[in-house]
Protein backbone atom coordinates (compact mmCIF):
# COMPACT_ATOMS: atom_id res chain seq x y z
CA UNK A 1 0.00 0.00 0.00
CA UNK A 2 0.85 3.37 -1.08
CA UNK A 3 1.23 6.35 1.34
CA UNK A 4 -1.86 8.28 -0.64
CA UNK A 5 -3.83 4.95 -0.26
CA UNK A 6 -2.88 4.85 3.04
CA UNK A 7 -3.80 8.77 4.21
CA UNK A 8 -7.06 8.13 2.25
CA UNK A 9 -8.15 5.09 4.58
CA UNK A 10 -7.26 6.80 7.41
CA UNK A 11 -8.86 10.04 6.90
CA UNK A 12 -12.62 9.07 7.56
CA UNK A 13 -11.18 7.62 10.87
CA UNK A 14 -9.66 10.25 11.88
CA UNK A 15 -12.49 12.62 10.89
CA UNK A 16 -14.59 10.15 13.33
CA UNK A 17 -12.31 10.47 16.01
CA UNK A 18 -12.51 14.68 15.85
CA UNK A 19 -16.05 14.69 15.58
CA UNK A 20 -16.44 12.21 19.05
CA UNK A 21 -13.09 14.25 20.59
CA UNK A 22 -15.13 17.68 19.23
CA UNK A 23 -18.62 16.54 21.12
CA UNK A 24 -17.16 15.28 24.00
CA UNK A 25 -15.29 18.61 24.57
CA UNK A 26 -18.01 20.54 23.88
CA UNK A 27 -20.30 18.59 26.03
CA UNK A 28 -17.82 18.82 28.98
CA UNK A 29 -17.26 22.72 28.64
CA UNK A 30 -20.80 23.34 28.49
CA UNK A 31 -21.86 21.39 31.17
CA UNK A 32 -21.83 23.67 33.70
CA UNK A 33 -24.31 26.22 31.96
CA UNK A 34 -28.15 26.97 32.01
CA UNK A 35 -29.82 23.95 29.77
CA UNK A 36 -32.73 25.90 29.49
CA UNK A 37 -30.56 29.33 27.49
CA UNK A 38 -31.08 31.59 30.25
CA UNK A 39 -34.84 30.53 31.02
CA UNK A 40 -36.10 32.10 27.72
CA UNK A 41 -39.55 30.24 27.01
CA UNK A 42 -39.60 31.21 23.69
CA UNK A 43 -36.67 29.05 23.01
CA UNK A 44 -36.82 26.17 25.44
CA UNK A 45 -39.81 24.42 25.86
CA UNK A 46 -38.80 21.77 27.85
CA UNK A 47 -41.06 19.94 30.44
CA UNK A 48 -38.44 18.12 31.88
CA UNK A 49 -38.13 20.25 35.56
CA UNK A 50 -42.37 19.20 36.12
CA UNK A 51 -42.62 17.17 39.57
CA UNK A 52 -43.36 13.93 37.96
CA UNK A 53 -40.03 13.97 36.26
CA UNK A 54 -37.65 11.71 38.08
CA UNK A 55 -34.18 13.57 38.46
CA UNK A 56 -32.49 10.83 36.69
CA UNK A 57 -34.88 12.20 33.73
CA UNK A 58 -34.05 15.38 34.40
CA UNK A 59 -30.49 15.17 34.61
CA UNK A 60 -30.66 13.30 30.85
CA UNK A 61 -32.96 15.95 29.57
CA UNK A 62 -30.60 18.24 30.49
CA UNK A 63 -27.52 16.52 28.34
CA UNK A 64 -30.02 16.24 25.79
CA UNK A 65 -30.42 20.05 25.56
CA UNK A 66 -26.57 20.54 26.01
CA UNK A 67 -26.02 18.01 22.81
CA UNK A 68 -28.15 18.55 20.36
CA UNK A 69 -30.28 21.89 21.51
CA UNK A 70 -34.15 20.20 22.63
CA UNK A 71 -34.82 17.25 24.36
CA UNK A 72 -37.07 14.58 24.23
CA UNK A 73 -39.90 16.52 25.74
CA UNK A 74 -40.32 18.88 23.32
CA UNK A 75 -41.51 15.90 21.17
CA UNK A 76 -44.04 14.85 23.41
CA UNK A 77 -46.33 17.51 22.04
CA UNK A 78 -44.81 18.58 19.24
CA UNK A 79 -47.78 20.36 18.08
CA UNK A 80 -47.71 22.97 20.63
CA UNK A 81 -43.72 23.08 20.76
CA UNK A 82 -44.07 24.12 17.52
CA UNK A 83 -46.61 26.53 18.10
CA UNK A 84 -44.96 27.93 21.26
CA UNK A 85 -41.56 28.53 19.17
CA UNK A 86 -44.15 30.15 16.57
CA UNK A 87 -46.26 32.56 18.54
CA UNK A 88 -43.80 35.37 19.77
CA UNK A 89 -41.81 35.44 16.46
CA UNK A 90 -45.36 35.47 14.87
CA UNK A 91 -46.21 38.75 17.35
CA UNK A 92 -43.01 40.22 16.58
CA UNK A 93 -43.55 39.90 12.50
CA UNK A 94 -46.78 41.66 12.54
CA UNK A 95 -45.04 44.66 14.78
CA UNK A 96 -42.40 44.88 11.91
CA UNK A 97 -44.59 43.84 8.70
CA UNK A 98 -43.94 46.61 6.03
CA UNK A 99 -45.66 44.62 3.58
CA UNK A 100 -48.54 42.59 2.40
CA UNK A 101 -49.68 39.43 0.22
CA UNK A 102 -50.88 41.04 -3.08
CA UNK A 103 -54.38 39.00 -2.20
CA UNK A 104 -55.00 41.77 0.32
CA UNK A 105 -55.79 45.34 -0.41
CA UNK A 106 -54.06 46.87 2.29
CA UNK A 107 -51.40 46.53 5.54
CA UNK A 108 -54.63 46.92 7.78
CA UNK A 109 -56.40 44.08 6.17
CA UNK A 110 -52.91 42.26 6.39
CA UNK A 111 -52.50 42.77 9.89
CA UNK A 112 -56.26 41.61 10.40
CA UNK A 113 -55.14 38.58 9.33
CA UNK A 114 -52.21 38.07 11.22
CA UNK A 115 -54.47 39.34 14.16
CA UNK A 116 -56.46 36.11 13.86
CA UNK A 117 -53.50 33.78 13.64
CA UNK A 118 -52.02 35.11 16.36
CA UNK A 119 -55.25 34.66 18.47
CA UNK A 120 -55.90 31.50 17.52
CA UNK A 121 -52.71 30.24 17.82
CA UNK A 122 -52.38 31.59 21.42
CA UNK A 123 -55.86 29.49 22.27
CA UNK A 124 -54.77 26.39 20.72
CA UNK A 125 -51.30 26.72 22.93
CA UNK A 126 -53.30 27.36 26.38
CA UNK A 127 -56.01 24.52 24.90
CA UNK A 128 -59.14 27.23 25.17
CA UNK A 129 -62.84 25.47 24.06
CA UNK A 130 -63.24 28.82 21.98
CA UNK A 131 -60.22 28.28 19.78
CA UNK A 132 -62.01 27.47 16.43
CA UNK A 133 -58.66 26.88 14.19
CA UNK A 134 -59.49 29.85 11.53
CA UNK A 135 -56.80 31.54 12.50
CA UNK A 136 -54.71 28.33 12.78
CA UNK A 137 -56.16 28.05 8.43
CA UNK A 138 -54.80 31.55 7.84
CA UNK A 139 -51.64 30.29 9.31
CA UNK A 140 -51.21 27.48 6.65
CA UNK A 141 -52.50 29.68 4.00
CA UNK A 142 -50.23 32.23 4.01
CA UNK A 143 -47.20 30.12 5.88
CA UNK A 144 -45.34 31.47 2.37
CA UNK A 145 -46.01 34.84 2.65
CA UNK A 146 -44.19 35.19 5.69
CA UNK A 147 -42.12 37.23 4.96
CA UNK A 148 -40.89 40.75 4.98
Known sequence: MNNKDFFEELEPLLEQVRKKAWQEGYVEANKEKEPDLLGRK???FSISGEA???PERVEEYRRQRIE???DDTECWNLDTTILQFVLP????FRECTIGYPSEFESLEAWTECLDKMIDNI???IKSEEDADYEGFELFKKYFFNLWW
Open 122 to 124: DKI
Open 68 to 70: RGF
Open 89 to 92: RLKR
Open 42 to 44: NVN
Open 52 to 54: NVS
